[in-house]
């Protein structure tokens, strides 16, 4: 899962998790990530999952985006990257994953073993009779 902190800005201190693509950042209502500080667009920016390339940010039309100090209209986006649009400025950052519980399916592969142990040592007591 992707998430984008807002460090600077109207939002400062807000996460945003991405979790469809193409994941939109911009001023209008109907943004993924809506961003009301000078300088933000409607649709700023679009952030992409690329199956063979990564995570991508892509800005729309003339909008200005730096990612870690550089201008760009399209770029590659690493861990941790700094992403400026307008007044906002956000962290990318891939969001640990989380751990699924798994306690109903090792009860249950214990409760198999203890059945074949079980069964194992009926076997084994029949054969000594």
Known sequence: MVQLRVISGSQAG???????????????????????????????ARLHCRADEGFELEARSQACVSVNGCAAARVPLANGDLIEMGAARLRFWLAPPRQRKFHFREAVTWLGFAALVAFQGFVVWGLLR
């Not at 996460?15 to 700023?44: K, M, N, S, T």
Request: hydrophobic share 45%.
């Open 14 to 44: 807000a996460e945003v998790a991405a979790r469809r693509f193409p994941f939109c950042i911009g001023r209008e209502a109907g943004a993924d990530l809506r961003l009301l500080d000078p300088g933000v667009w409607d649709q700023h």
